[in-house]
């Protein structure tokens, strides 16, 4: 984690003369968007309340507030009335900022804050993932100046009242940049890159898309490690191959290579055609976080065949209103068969048949037995907007349990790895709990939009 500069008590509870207050309005209302002294409203009185009205209102409040989903999510609400009481001191439900023992807003710290973390866009800054940045759906982040504020107002204890930053830092107007790194390609003959070019996502709406690309490989090749990378603001990057068994229409066509496959047309509406190659996915790899990079364990490894190729799948969901670029990349790195004492094999264990009434919660357990030995590596979760809750559990034959993962973030899910595989022996069973609020006045089943839902399993097992 990046080290921070800590002021000392006696900073922390010193308050700004009024005076220097006056002499910045102009670039306070600059940097925060707001209007001209005359025609603007009053100036809020205390560090916390600047930053609820000039940063939390106009970019935070649109989400997370009472009835949205990204609100039943996080649980987190951060109108005016509520915002202080679920920030300050209270513990973080992002999987791996709880495990780094983070705070939402812990005072004094900000290196153990996630508000902080989740609003410092700067390049380099995060040693870890701890999801989306925020304000989501925009291609810059705060100004420094309006980082800097938050940061030091944590860094003085997080007060609810009282004036404790020098609002001459609100000055600096420069903006954070959503920078966005592809990966490097691996050293020849190492393995592999495969990517989605750079693509627009309108203001206010989802995009999904494929494309099929050639591997151009003569002989069969291992993967013994995937890395994937994606611009913010995604819902996943997938590669799917094709069930070569079917040989019936449409799974006995490929599409045409490198060309860009929407599965919505302009209007909204589903491009059967562009989803008809859906029906013969089977899934190979994938990421719902920005950055992956799995390794299986030594010896272990997926096969492609020769003349392989993957259909690339990316989702992103744009909820503001400005353009938001897209791009994914992926590299699979590949050793040589002498080195491959185990093949492995994916896990894609769906539930389509599901029905979520409205305005209630809905809890649905979906069995997978196993009637062979498996040996689980990896897993994790998919589902949507109103999923609040997705755990795995094993079941053994003689009817016990054991939970082996759990999720709360739908945008992000964990990717489980892990160090002690799971051995599955015949007649046990993955179990999957998934839990949604179906908070709207319509029936929600499976679909594709993230207006409906899903209930998946992906992993690696052997």
């Not at 600047?50 to 989903?69: D, L």
């Not at 812990?106 to 925020?134: C, E, I, N, Q």
């Not at 047309?265 to 950055?291: E, I, Q, R, W």
């Not at 392989?308 to 590299?331: I, T």
């Amino acid at each position: 984690m990046p080290t921070l500069q800590f002021f000392s008590l006696a900073t922390r509870n010193r308050r700004m003369p009024m005076q220097a207050f006056t002499s910045v309005a102009l670039a306070l209302l600059a940097a925060c968007g707001g209007d001209a002294p005359g025609g603007a409203e009053p100036e809020p009185v205390g560090t916390f309340a600047r930053i609820q009205k000039t940063i939390i209102e106009p970019q935070c409040v649109s989400c997370h507030r009472t009835g949205t989903s990204d609100a039943r999510n996080s649980q987190l609400v951060l109108s005016a009335d509520s915002s202080y009481a679920q920030l300050v001191g209270i513990a973080s439900r992002q999987t791996l900022a709880r495990a780094d023992g983070m705070l939402r807003v812990k005072p004094f710290r900000a290196d153990s804050s996630l508000l902080y973390h989740k609003l410092a866009w700067v390049p380099g800054h995060h040693s870890r993932d701890y999801g989306t940045l925020m304000p989501m759906g925009t291609t810059r982040g705060l100004s420094m100046g309006q980082l800097e504020y938050v940061r030091r107002w944590i860094e003085a204890g997080a007060p609810r009242t009282g004036d404790v930053v020098d609002t001459t830092v609100l000055a600096d107007a420069r903006t954070q940049a959503a920078t966005f790194t592809p990966l490097g390609a691996p050293a020849a003959g190492a393995g592999i890159q495969l990517g989605v070019d750079s693509f627009a996502v309108t203001g206010t709406s989802e995009r999904e898309l494929f494309v099929y690309r050639n591997l151009g490989n003569a002989n069969e090749l291992f993967v013994t490690r995937i890395q994937m990378r994606m611009r913010p603001g995604s819902h996943h990057f997938l590669l799917y191959t094709f069930d070569d068994a079917r040989s019936t229409f449409p799974c006995n066509l490929r599409p045409p290579a490198n060309a860009v496959r929407d599965i919505r047309n302009t209007d909204g509406s589903l491009n059967t055609v562009n989803m008809l190659p859906m029906a013969c996915h089977v899934f190979f790899a994938g990421a719902m976080t920005p950055d992956l990079d799995f390794r299986f364990p030594p010896g272990v490894a997926l096969r492609l065949p020769p003349n392989a190729a993957l259909d690339l799948n990316v989702h992103y969901v744009n909820r503001s209103p400005a353009p938001l670029p897209g791009q994914a990349n992926a590299n699979l790195y590949t050793v040589d068969k002498a080195q491959v004492t185990r093949v492995a094999r994916t896990l894609n264990l769906g539930n389509t048949n599901f029905t979520l009434p409205p305005r209630q919660r809905t809890t649905v357990r979906t069995a997978f037995t196993t009637n062979v030995r498996t040996t689980v590596l990896a897993l994790t979760s998919h589902m949507h907007s109103l999923g609040e809750k997705f755990e795995i559990r094993v079941r053994r034959a003689n009817g016990t349990e054991t939970s082996v993962y759990t999720n709360l973030d739908w945008e992000h899910p964990e990717f489980l790895s892990f160090d002690t595989p799971l051995v599955l022996e015949p007649g046990d069973a993955l179990v999957s709990v998934v839990t949604w609020n179906n908070v709207t006045d319509k029936t929600v089943t499976f679909g594709l939009s993230a207006n409906d839902e899903m209930n998946i399993i992906f992993g690696y097992a052997y």
